[in-house]
């Protein structure tokens, strides 16, 4: 049998190249593994690479005045570690209610890598536009918390409508924001996510997408 | 400074999540990384992972008559890991000469938790199909190679003509999908070490399972 370090390693894998998907839950044996991937140098790193390759491409395009990136925020820019390290690394099933409390502290920390390419990408000349899953509710918290995590600079900010019915699932919500955002006149370049959520689905223009690492949950 | 495993690991992560595409020889400092991951006893694992998640798939689908799953051959069915363990596990850039001398030899082993996956879906009532890059010279050694290494059954082997125009893999295997797909075939999965055994069009409803390859990238 396989050892639970060798074993997690192997779901983690399948997760980021999206073969285990739709899971409520991290198994029970992955914790300790988890914990010592999100807590060692292996995460930071696999983060770099991702954000360094949106960079290696992004340098060789030419900018044009409506060419955007798109971010997610949480896992993406804004780090949940603080909350997942207090519930299990994703063992414990989502709590919407705790987790908002979380949210609405606004104390989540930058994920290094990403600010550091954010930075590059704006000074490259490009648009940084924010679609996040967070509801509407979360606009001044998360503004705030942007900026004091070091994102001082935005394009848009895009949240979500708790009443919107047209969306079931943040593929269909991304999908249509993104929609709007290219019938408005802006140029997908790329689109940087912690989630395949984030990166599949409809109206993506010509971008390229990046699959930060996200070990802890799955966003349907 | 990242060590070279660490940054290596990276590098592994980053090409089977599709972030590093295209690229036509591996970094230098990963050769060592490379050998001891493909040597050790991650590589099976993350390919048994894989496979268990197919199974799990099919397992609970109800089986009908034209029910497919379409594999790839060369590092999905097939391993060639002792063609590029001499060839500095992906170091060296593609020499087709080299490499059709070797899979002339007839001699590539099972990727065993492939075989076994296989074996599990046949037994399900799965038809399967292997859908190739390899050229159609190489249809004897290839019908071979596969029954010596234990897959002794297929609905087709499809092979590519040198003579059809496709620019890449990518464009190849979807027009051979398109092809299965007006042949009245249900592509249910498919299975590849390759993005561009993924990605591309008529791929039916079929779920795609990435198994792991740090060595080489197929357009």
């Known amino acids: 049998a396989r050892t639970p370090e060798v074993k997690c390693a192997s779901w983690r894998l399948a997760v980021e190249a999206h073969n285990i998907f739709g899971f409520?839950?991290?198994?029970?044996?992955?914790?300790?593994?988890?914990?010592?991937?999100?807590?060692?140098?292996q995460y930071r790193s696999d983060s770099k690479t991702v954000n360094q390759q949106a960079y290696f491409y992004a340098r060789d395009l030419e900018v044009h005045p409506k060419d955007t990136f798109v971010f997610s925020i949480d896992g993406t820019v804004l780090?949940?570690?603080?909350?997942?390290?207090?519930h299990g690394y994703g063992v414990e099933k989502f709590n919407s209610t705790l987790y908002d409390e979380w949210v609405n502290k606004g104390n989540a920390p930058a994920l290094p890598e990403t600010l550091k390419n954010y930075n590059k990408l704006v000074s490259l000349g490009f648009k940084i536009i924010f679609l996040?899953?967070?509801t509407l509710d979360k606009q001044a918290v998360t503004e705030a918390n942007l900026k004091k995590a070091g994102y001082h600079t935005w394009e848009k900010l895009i949240l979500k409508d708790p009443q919107d019915p047209s969306t079931p699932n943040a593929v269909s919500y991304k999908t249509a924001a993104r929609e709007k955002l290219i019938r408005q006149g802006y140029n997908i370049v790329g689109i940087i996510g912690d989630q395949w959520s984030d990166l599949l689905g409809g109206h993506r223009g010509e971008s390229r997408t990046f699959k930060l690492p996200n070990p802890l949950y799955y966003i349907q | 400074e990242r060590s070279s495993e660490v940054k290596c690991a990276s590098f592994r992560l980053a090409v089977e999540a599709h972030n590093i595409r295209a690229f036509k020889t591996i970094p230098?400092?990963?050769?060592?990384?490379?050998?001891?991951?493909?040597?050790?006893?991650?590589?099976?694992?993350d390919s048994k992972t894989v496979?268990?998640?197919?199974?799990?798939?099919?397992s609970e689908r109800e089986v009908h008559h034209n029910d497919i799953f379409i594999f790839g051959i060369d590092n999905t069915v097939?391993?060639?890991?002792?063609?590029y363990e001499k060839h500095g596990y992906g170091v060296e850039e593609f020499n087709e000469t080299l490499y059709d001398?070797?899979?002339n030899k007839g001699d590539a082993p099972a990727l065993p938790e492939t075989l076994k996956n296989y074996n599990k879906l046949l037994s399900l009532g799965f038809k399967i199909v292997f859908l190739s890059g390899r050229y159609l010279d190489k249809m004897a050694v290839t019908e071979a190679n596969l029954k010596k290494a234990g897959f002794h059954t297929w609905e087709q082997l499809i092979l590519k003509d040198p003579h059809l125009i496709t620019p890449n893999a990518l464009s190849y295997k979807s027009a051979m999908r398109e092809n299965l797909l007006r042949q009245g075939y249900r592509i249910v999965g498919i299975i590849g070490d390759q993005w561009s055994d993924l990605l591309g069009d008529h791929r039916g409803e079929s779920r795609t399972f990435k198994l792991p390859?740090?060595?080489y990238y197929i357009e």
């Open chain 1, 24 to 41: 409520e839950t991290i198994p029970e044996e992955c914790v300790e593994a988890t914990k010592e991937y999100i807590h060692g140098e």
């Open chain 1, 79 to 86: 780090s949940n570690i603080p909350y997942y390290k207090k």
């Open chain 1, 132 to 134: 996040s899953g967070r």
């Open chain 2, 28 to 45: 230098e400092e990963c050769v060592e990384p490379t050998k001891d991951y493909i040597n050790g006893e991650q590589f099976r694992s």
């Open chain 2, 51 to 58: 496979n268990q998640q197919a199974f799990f798939y099919a």
């Open chain 2, 78 to 83: 097939l391993s060639n890991i002792p063609y």
């Open chain 2, 101 to 103: 001398e070797w899979v």
């Open chain 2, 213 to 215: 390859n740090p060595m």
